[in-house]
């Protein structure tokens, strides 16, 4: 069965660093797929913060992390990253990093939730100000 697993998450200052990341398995059908790093913090709905195909370097971010956060794959360690730099406390929430394994996923790669059916079981990020 197809497994995701997130890590790196702890607790860092305002403008501080952190790279998360996570490890893909149990599933071999596809060369290449999309995946998704989400997050959601109490009380709010969950939210897309960057996607990209494995296959290529296409990318897409959301604007309030444009600049400072990187996402990349590694496909020989089946691993998705996301390097976070100058951290606010408004990224404070649990991260997830999810998977869409459907047919031409990089054709509608962006940050909708419906898209990603597999999902990791998260990783607390909290930025203290």
């Known amino acids: 069965q197809v497994q995701l697993a997130e890590y790196g998450g702890g607790s860092v200052q305002t403008a501080g660093s952190l790279t998360l990341s996570c490890t893909v398995s149990?599933?071999?059908?596809?060369?290449?797929?999309?995946m998704g790093w989400f997050r959601q913090a109490p009380g709010k709905e969950r939210e897309g913060v960057a996607s990209?195909?494995?296959?290529?370097?296409?990318?897409k971010y959301a604007d309030s992390v444009k600049g400072r956060f990187t996402i990349s794959h590694a496909n020989a360690k089946n691993t998705l990253y996301l390097q976070m730099n100058s951290l606010k406390p408004d990224d404070t929430a649990m991260y997830y990093c999810?998977?869409?394994?459907?047919?031409?996923?990089?054709?509608?790669?962006?940050?909708?939730?419906?898209?990603?059916?597999?999902w990791g079981q998260g990783t607390q990020v909290t930025v203290s100000s």
């Open positions: 999810a998977a869409d394994f459907s047919a031409w996923c990089y054709h509608s790669l962006g940050l909708s939730l419906g898209n990603f059916g597999y």
């Open positions: 149990g599933y071999t059908y596809n060369n290449y797929y999309c």
């Open positions: 990209i195909y494995t296959g290529g370097s296409m990318a």
